[in-house]
């Protein structure tokens, strides 16, 4: 059983920096491959930023120079730092398994505005 805790999302200004974690309680987490999505209001969850198991990223064009994924495999925790923000990125935050298919945690509300 699988269970994702995010934190860290709140309101911030345009410009400004967040700092998003999850705690994944899962067995062998050095070993997934893990992502943070993202929903805003009125549309579909998107793939935000991937991080493997070896540490190499991958972002979506739209977040690409301005967030920053992060894994602590002896803490559970995969990280995203959010500089830069913008209104559009006002969502809710989830990580989950790179494929999405682990059951998926509240998420963290970000809203950017000002």
């Known amino acids: 059983q699988v269970q994702l805790v995010e934190s860290g999302g709140g309101l911030v200004q345009p410009g400004g920096s967040l700092r998003l974690s999850c705690v994944v309680s899962r067995s062998m987490f050095r070993i997934y491959a893990l992502a943070w999505y993202r929903q805003a209001p009125g549309k579909q969850r998107e793939l935000v930023a991937t991080?493997?198991?070896?540490?190499?990223?991958n972002y979506a064009d739209s977040v690409k120079g301005r967030f920053t994924i992060s894994r602590d495999n002896a803490k559970n925790t995969v990280y995203l730092q959010m500089n830069s923000l913008k209104p559009e990125d006002t969502a809710v935050y989830s990580c989950?398994?790179?494929?999405?298919?682990?059951?998926w945690g509240k998420g963290t509300l970000v809203t950017v505005s000002s």
């Open positions: 991080i493997t198991s070896s540490g190499g990223t």
């Open positions: 989950n398994r790179h494929d999405g298919m682990w059951p």
